[in-house]
């Protein structure tokens, strides 16, 4: 994994430095743990959306996802082709794992989403 689990920054944050290439291998492994993961999808589909996911940490670490994910919505529109990459729908959730992972606060999206990740397992 990338990162060490007692590693805390300034208000209890995670990290602000992440390596990202030691990122992209733990999701490489285990992606399809994930409830994100749709069956059959390569690895290459998703590890562009990683990246763009943790460019995203990476700026707007310290505000809960909730606050910020309109901004990030917005810079994926204009970052991705519409036509070869998936909708916001698809993106999100990777965006939502991503923050978790970092420990990021998410505020209502991230109860929102542990909900529904937790209901799919039961189900």
């Known amino acids: 994994m990338g990162m060490s689990p007692?590693?805390?920054?300034?208000?209890?944050?995670?990290?602000?430095?992440?390596?990202?290439?030691?990122?992209?291998k733990y999701w490489k492994q285990c992606v399809a743990e994930h409830a994100f993961y749709?069956?059959?999808?390569?690895?290459s589909r998703y590890e562009p959306l990683l990246r763009f996911s943790y460019d995203a940490?990476?700026?707007?670490?310290a505000q809960p996802l909730e606050e910020v994910v309109d901004s990030i919505r917005h810079?994926?529109?204009?970052?991705?082709d519409e036509w070869h990459n998936p909708p916001w729908a698809k993106v999100e959730p990777v965006?939502?794992?991503?923050?978790?992972?970092?420990?990021?606060?998410?505020?209502?999206i991230g109860s929102s989403w542990r909900n529904a990740r937790r209901e799919a397992h039961v189900a």
């Open 6 to 24: 007692n590693l805390l920054t300034r208000a209890g944050y995670r990290c602000e430095v992440v390596d990202v290439h030691a990122e992209l």
């Open 38 to 43: 749709e069956a059959g999808t390569p690895f």
């Open 57 to 61: 940490y990476l700026r707007y670490y």
């Open 75 to 80: 810079k994926y529109v204009e970052q991705f």
């Open 95 to 108: 965006l939502q794992e991503v923050w978790m992972r970092m420990g990021a606060p998410t505020g209502a």
